[in-house]
């Protein structure tokens, strides 16, 4: 069974072909990159809907195969920007109506869940999914996912992103600060904002910024950032994996390719004796690949929508999805 993808929940659309094993035989995407300022909805829809079908034709091209082989449609139906998801769902719902295939709809948050369960060894992990807009730590528990923490204002990549874009960094930043924070060794004050199994980034992006001001090197302002933001994360997983009692953890979204997260993580994880797993890089950023892939189990598992059920849900909760198939 062969299952096509679209993701376009923000700046990313993507297409990805995924077989009945989870093996990637595609996973294309295009991404727009504000000029300046913050993404626009409009301009991002505008820019999915030119792209999404060269995308379609280029992953069929990849995977060696015709539509006809196709045989389940999955789209991301949310949470993300409105405009952005009503264009990929257009394109979704005709190319199922057009190849006379099932459509399902897929929670983005649950996607980043998924995929990872698919192409690594860990079977009931606590997620740590880190990602511009998002920043959650998610789990499995009575028939759902739940989540344990997240931030209570922006994401953790929005604010490395807006950070970035403040001092002169091109977008995305997260990379670009990852790579100064190598040169950086001194830790400056920033604060550390954890309530619970919350988080909240608003207050560091200040306080960066008025160091900044004040004449700090970016490269120490990059390592502390890193070092400050990264031990937040780290310690509400730890608290939400010892809560539920989980002895592994995922990571996902694009923060998620952090070598020094991942090593903050991974050193947490291995002290409590438990065990960390990072998907391949494209498979943690935005990708259509774990569309298709959660659209197959959801199907598998006899989830059937109609076309009235494919509406587009900004506000999608990652709690709101019965999980029938695990
Ligand atoms: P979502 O819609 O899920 O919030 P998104 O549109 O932010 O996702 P992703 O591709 O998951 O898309 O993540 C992009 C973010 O990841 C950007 O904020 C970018 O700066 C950040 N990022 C990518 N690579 C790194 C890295 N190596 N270190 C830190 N941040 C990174
Ligand atoms: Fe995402």
Redesign the pocket.
């Known amino acids: 069974m062969l299952a096509l993808g679209i993701e376009g929940?923000?700046?990313?659309v993507g297409v990805g072909i995924v077989d009945g094993s989870c093996r990637v035989l595609a996973n294309v995407y295009g991404?727009i990159k504000p000029e300046k300022g913050g993404?626009h909805p409009r301009e991002a829809a505008n820019h999915h809907a030119e792209a999404v079908v060269p995308l379609l034709q280029k992953a069929l091209d990849v995977a060696g195969i015709g539509p006809d082989a196709v045989d389940i449609i999955a789209f991301s139906q949310g949470?993300?920007l409105g405009p952005c998801l009503r264009t990929v769902a257009t394109a979704a719902r005709a190319l199922a109506l057009t190849l006379r295939v099932p459509i399902v709809g897929v929670n983005?948050?649950v996607a980043?869940l998924e995929i990872g369960r698919g192409t690594t060894e860990c079977e009931d992990p606590a997620l740590l999914?880190?990602?511009?807009?998002?920043t959650q730590v998610i789990a499995f528990s009575r028939g759902r996912y739940r989540v344990f923490g997240e931030t209570l204002d922006i994401?953790?990549?929005?604010m490395?992103?807006k950070f970035?874009r403040e001092v002169g960094l091109p977008?995305?930043?997260?990379?670009i600060?990852?790579k100064l924070a190598r040169d950086g060794s001194i830790l400056l004050p920033l604060p550390y904002s954890v309530k619970g199994m919350d988080v909240a980034f608003s207050g560091m992006f200040t306080a960066a910024l008025g160091l900044r001001r004040d004449g700090a090197r970016l490269e120490e302002l990059a390592f502390s950032i890193?070092e400050v933001a990264f031990a937040m994360l780290t310690e509400v997983t730890e608290r939400a994996m010892a809560h539920i009692g989980k002895d592994e953890v995922l990571l996902?979204?694009?923060?998620?390719?952090?070598?020094?997260?991942q090593e903050m993580v991974g050193r947490m994880a291995s002290d409590r004796g438990a065990r960390m797993f990072v998907p391949p890089?494209d498979l943690?950023?935005?990708?259509g690949a774990m569309i298709a892939w959660t659209g197959l189990e959801m199907h598998r598992a006899g989830v059937r929508m109609s076309l009235d059920d494919t509406v587009v849900d900004q506000r999608f909760r990652t709690d709101e999805v019965a999980v029938t198939w695990r």
């Open positions: 929940t923000a700046h990313t991404m993404i949470p993300g983005h948050c980043h999914y880190v990602s511009g807009g998002n994401g953790i990549g929005n490395l992103d970035g977008f995305p930043s997260g990379p600060l990852e890193q996902g979204g694009g923060v998620a390719r952090n070598r020094r997260l890089g943690c950023i935005d990708n």
